[in-house]
């Protein structure tokens, strides 16, 4: 859902924000709209908009996204499945899958990594993992929406599928949590903020999570669309 506040500061406008919807700063992206500045004649403002998470997959540009939060969440604890497909539509989507991959023009041998109640998780082999994966996951994102879209396609919307190559999925994580706390170290150091590459809801959202609670730093989204961007910003007394 979207929402817009109107505040005399851009803080005010997000506190008016998540008091309302009882929401934590995590929670939502927040947009700037319009800014005002105070002058002779006019108040300053600030006019914002507000994306909460459960927005994205309504959208359909990032139904990946989601899976991939959940795929974070239980990976470590999770048991290997039989890598062979079971049941018709496991085969007909391993098959879907490879016939995609290899149109492109690469070879890939995919299997079955987890099975959960509501949740599929292939494993792909390729020597072609890492154009598999691509800038920061978006090929992988891509196959994989592909793969949800036919999954309903075969009478399963209630299937989360989640495609994973070379545990990118984990080491994205690892690679966003260092980079979160490298990046509130320098803005803390040199008192001025920095923007972050463009980045997923989900990869938006670790990076919120992890600087939720260092002192002296905050952080906001910037932008439009499904791949935004996070300001990490110094908020300690000058």
Same mark, same amino acid.
């Given at each position: 859902?979207?929402?817009?506040? &109107?505040?005399?500061? $851009?803080?005010?406008?997000?506190?008016? =924000?998540?008091?309302? @919807?009882?929401?934590?700063?995590?929670?939502?992206?927040?947009?700037?709209?319009?800014?005002?500045?105070?002058?002779?004649?006019?108040?300053?403002?600030?006019?914002?908009?507000?994306?909460?998470?459960? &927005?994205?997959?309504?959208?359909?540009?990032? =139904?990946?996204?989601?899976?991939?939060?959940?795929?974070?969440?239980?990976?470590?604890?999770? #048991?290997?499945?039989?890598?062979?497909? *079971?049941?018709?539509?496991?085969?007909?989507?391993?098959?879907? #899958?490879?016939?995609?991959?290899? %149109?492109?023009?690469? $070879?890939? %041998?995919?299997?079955? =990594?987890?099975?959960?109640?509501?949740?599929?998780?292939?494993?792909?082999?390729?020597?072609?993992? +890492?154009? @598999?994966?691509?800038? %920061?996951?978006?090929?992988?994102?891509?196959?994989?929406?592909?793969?949800?879209?036919?999954?309903?396609? @075969?009478?399963?919307?209630?299937?989360?599928?989640?495609?994973?190559?070379?545990?990118?999925? #984990?080491?994205?994580? &690892?690679?966003?949590?260092?980079?979160?706390?490298?990046?509130?170290?320098?803005?803390?150091?040199?008192?001025? +903020?920095?923007?972050?590459?463009?980045?997923?809801?989900?990869?938006?959202? @670790?990076?919120?999570?992890?600087?939720?609670?260092?002192?002296?730093? &905050?952080?906001?989204?910037?932008?439009?669309?499904?791949?935004? *961007?996070?300001?990490?910003?110094?908020?300690?007394?000058?």
């Amino acid at each position: 859902m979207t929402y817009e506040y &109107e505040g005399k500061t $851009e803080k005010e406008a997000i506190e008016m =924000a998540a008091n309302e @919807l009882g929401l934590e700063r995590d929670q939502f992206d927040v947009e700037i709209l319009e800014t005002q500045k105070n002058s002779l004649f006019k108040k300053g403002y600030v006019k914002i908009r507000i994306h909460t998470f459960d &927005e994205v997959e309504k959208k359909g540009n990032s =139904a990946s996204d989601d899976d991939y939060e959940e795929n974070m969440k239980e990976n470590h604890s999770r #048991i290997v499945a039989d890598p062979l497909p *079971q049941g018709e539509f496991e085969e007909k989507l391993i098959e879907f #899958i490879t016939n995609v991959i290899e %149109k492109m023009g690469y $070879e890939v %041998k995919v299997t079955v =990594a987890y099975r959960e109640e509501k949740k599929l998780g292939l494993k792909m082999e390729s020597s072609s993992s +890492s154009i @598999l994966i691509g800038r %920061k996951g978006k090929n992988l994102d891509a196959i994989q929406l592909l793969a949800n879209i036919y999954a309903g396609r @075969l009478g399963h919307e209630e299937i989360r599928v989640i495609l994973d190559t070379e545990n990118y999925r #984990i080491r994205r994580e &690892e690679s966003l949590v260092r980079l979160a706390y490298n990046t509130a170290d320098k803005v803390k150091m040199t008192r001025k +903020s920095i923007l972050l590459e463009p980045m997923n809801p989900f990869e938006r959202r @670790l990076i919120h999570t992890t600087l939720n609670d260092i002192p002296d730093v &905050e952080t906001k989204s910037e932008g439009e669309g499904v791949y935004k *961007q996070v300001r990490v910003i110094y908020k300690g007394i000058c």
